[in-house]
């Protein structure tokens, strides 16, 4: 019985392996494609909020970036009040037990426009200002020579020596409140707190529980800010 005659294999060629591979890579790609056409898409990433830059700013040089962002926001808030036409919601605040000036309001003003523009919460709004009532009785205070707390200025009684930023800094009410919104918010568990222990967490003052005595002034204080804030109106003196 003759034998079988054996024909050698021949493999397939390189030629027919690179279209092979082409096909493949080629169907792959029109699958991912069609797959992600199909999916829903998150929305593009946006750059870093205000709120989220303020949890990794470690010194003055970032928070002077910080702070003039801040200053285009409150421009622009200012700009949209400016140009309402819908009549304001009304708005009914508290008369704070003691009385404040223009000055005084103006700056308290430039506290909270701060911190809304870095959007904090309304609780952080009077920890910041009960802070600058018991530090500075909401006056940008200079050096104040012997009767000086070492080299502390401004709203919230910063010391250069500490890092807080340059003289001229920390005596610019809206770097000021930058700076302490920003500090405020690296405390772990602030917007539970106490207002006189968030503001002490920030301050370190010798004097711990001073700050409570603010708290009345602040909240009714802020509240008025609020109010003249949505109606479009300057920080009143009465």
Request: glycine share 4%.
């Amino acid at each position: 019985m003759p034998e079988p005659v054996h024909f050698p294999r021949r493999g397939p060629s390189r030629r027919r392996i690179w279209v092979t591979v082409v096909l493949v890579v080629a169907s792959l790609a029109a699958i991912t494609v069609t797959v992600g056409r199909t999916m829903p898409h998150p929305p593009p990433t946006e750059p870093l909020t205000l709120d989220e830059l303020a949890l990794m700013v470690p010194d003055a040089a970032q928070t002077e970036v910080v702070a003039a962002m801040v200053r285009a926001r409150i421009a622009a808030a200012a700009a949209l009040r400016s140009s309402a036409t819908a009549a304001p919601a009304a708005c009914v605040a508290p008369r704070p037990p003691h009385r404040w000036n223009r000055t005084q309001r103006d700056h308290a003003t430039t506290i909270v426009q701060v911190g809304l523009a870095l959007d904090i919460s309304k609780r952080g709004l009077v920890v910041a200002l009960a802070t600058a009532m018991q530090e500075s009785k909401l006056n940008n205070l200079g050096h104040l020579g012997a009767n000086n707390d070492h080299d502390s200025l401004g709203l919230f009684q910063q010391r250069p020596s500490m890092g807080w930023g340059s003289k001229a800094q920390v005596t610019d009410p809206v770097y000021a409140a930058t700076a302490f919104y920003l500090a405020l918010q690296r405390v772990r568990g602030w917007k539970s707190m106490k207002v006189t222990v968030a503001a002490q967490s920030v301050q370190r003052s010798a004097y711990p529980n001073a700050y409570a005595k603010w708290e009345t002034d602040a909240t009714a204080l802020t509240q008025q800010i609020l109010c003249d804030q949505a109606a479009g109106l300057p920080a009143s003196s009465a």
